[in-house]
Protein backbone atom coordinates (compact mmCIF):
# COMPACT_ATOMS: atom_id res chain seq x y z
CA UNK A 1 0.00 0.00 0.00
CA UNK A 2 0.83 3.46 -0.53
CA UNK A 3 0.73 6.73 1.74
CA UNK A 4 1.35 9.90 1.04
CA UNK A 5 0.33 13.05 3.70
CA UNK A 6 1.48 16.68 4.11
CA UNK A 7 3.12 17.95 7.08
CA UNK A 8 2.08 21.46 5.95
CA UNK A 9 -1.61 21.04 5.02
CA UNK A 10 -4.27 21.69 7.51
CA UNK A 11 -2.31 23.00 10.40
CA UNK A 12 -4.43 23.55 14.02
CA UNK A 13 -2.47 24.95 16.50
CA UNK A 14 -3.95 23.97 20.14
CA UNK A 15 -4.37 27.11 22.58
CA UNK A 16 -3.34 26.51 26.16
CA UNK A 17 -0.50 23.81 27.17
CA UNK A 18 -0.93 21.40 25.03
CA UNK A 19 0.61 21.51 21.55
CA UNK A 20 -1.92 19.74 19.16
CA UNK A 21 -0.71 15.93 17.97
CA UNK A 22 -2.11 14.55 14.65
CA UNK A 23 -0.96 11.02 12.98
CA UNK A 24 0.15 11.66 9.92
CA UNK A 25 1.12 8.17 8.65
CA UNK A 26 0.76 5.18 9.98
CA UNK A 27 2.88 1.61 7.88
CA UNK A 28 3.89 -1.60 8.96
CA UNK A 29 7.25 -0.49 10.52
CA UNK A 30 6.16 3.22 12.18
CA UNK A 31 4.12 6.28 12.84
CA UNK A 32 4.99 9.36 11.47
CA UNK A 33 3.22 12.21 14.00
CA UNK A 34 3.15 15.93 13.54
CA UNK A 35 3.27 17.88 16.94
CA UNK A 36 2.59 21.37 16.28
CA UNK A 37 3.62 23.57 19.27
CA UNK A 38 2.36 27.79 19.77
CA UNK A 39 5.19 29.50 21.51
CA UNK A 40 6.09 28.18 25.14
CA UNK A 41 3.86 24.94 25.02
CA UNK A 42 5.47 22.01 26.07
CA UNK A 43 5.67 18.19 26.69
CA UNK A 44 6.82 17.84 29.94
CA UNK A 45 9.58 14.97 31.27
CA UNK A 46 8.09 11.65 29.90
CA UNK A 47 10.02 8.51 27.76
CA UNK A 48 8.96 6.05 25.24
CA UNK A 49 9.03 2.10 25.58
CA UNK A 50 11.04 2.45 21.99
CA UNK A 51 13.52 4.52 20.15
CA UNK A 52 12.30 7.57 19.21
CA UNK A 53 13.74 9.91 16.41
CA UNK A 54 12.56 13.95 16.46
CA UNK A 55 12.87 16.15 13.74
CA UNK A 56 12.01 20.25 13.60
CA UNK A 57 10.27 21.25 10.73
CA UNK A 58 9.44 24.91 11.97
CA UNK A 59 10.88 26.55 14.33
CA UNK A 60 12.94 25.72 17.28
CA UNK A 61 12.75 23.65 20.51
CA UNK A 62 14.43 23.66 23.82
CA UNK A 63 14.77 19.95 24.07
CA UNK A 64 16.03 18.10 27.39
CA UNK A 65 17.32 14.67 27.92
CA UNK A 66 20.15 13.04 30.08
CA UNK A 67 20.57 16.44 32.49
CA UNK A 68 21.80 18.33 28.77
CA UNK A 69 19.74 20.63 27.06
CA UNK A 70 19.89 20.67 23.01
CA UNK A 71 18.70 23.70 21.36
CA UNK A 72 17.35 22.22 17.92
CA UNK A 73 16.64 24.53 15.20
CA UNK A 74 14.26 23.39 11.76
CA UNK A 75 16.25 21.10 9.72
CA UNK A 76 17.68 19.54 13.30
CA UNK A 77 17.19 15.76 14.35
CA UNK A 78 17.55 13.48 17.62
CA UNK A 79 17.21 10.39 18.49
CA UNK A 80 16.68 8.76 21.74
CA UNK A 81 17.10 5.02 22.36
CA UNK A 82 14.05 3.49 24.45
CA UNK A 83 12.93 4.50 27.69
CA UNK A 84 15.41 7.84 28.00
CA UNK A 85 13.61 10.63 29.49
CA UNK A 86 13.14 13.62 28.12
CA UNK A 87 10.66 17.18 27.79
CA UNK A 88 10.00 19.51 24.55
CA UNK A 89 9.64 23.45 25.14
CA UNK A 90 9.15 25.48 22.36
CA UNK A 91 10.98 28.46 21.90
CA UNK A 92 8.85 29.80 18.82
CA UNK A 93 5.89 29.00 17.04
CA UNK A 94 6.98 25.04 15.72
CA UNK A 95 6.48 21.93 13.98
CA UNK A 96 7.65 18.87 15.17
CA UNK A 97 7.93 15.33 13.32
CA UNK A 98 8.06 12.51 15.90
CA UNK A 99 8.75 9.08 14.57
CA UNK A 100 7.26 6.86 16.94
CA UNK A 101 7.97 2.28 16.55
CA UNK A 102 4.37 0.97 15.42
CA UNK A 103 3.85 -0.85 18.90
CA UNK A 104 3.91 2.76 20.66
CA UNK A 105 0.52 4.10 21.42
CA UNK A 106 -0.07 7.42 20.17
CA UNK A 107 -2.74 7.74 22.79
CA UNK A 108 0.76 7.84 25.25
CA UNK A 109 2.25 10.94 23.44
CA UNK A 110 -1.38 12.77 23.73
CA UNK A 111 -1.32 12.06 27.87
CA UNK A 112 1.64 13.76 27.79
Sequence with gaps: MVYTASFYEELHYEDG??????IMIKT???KEIRIL?????EMKE????????????EGSIDFGTDGQRYPLKKGMMIALPANQIHDLRAMEESMVRLS????DQTSRVEGI
Excluded: T
Aim: proline fraction near 10%; avoid cysteine.
Design 17 to 22: HKPAIK
Design 28 to 30: DLA
Design 37 to 41: FRKGQ
Design 46 to 57: HKAPYPIVVQIL
Design 100 to 103: LNLQ
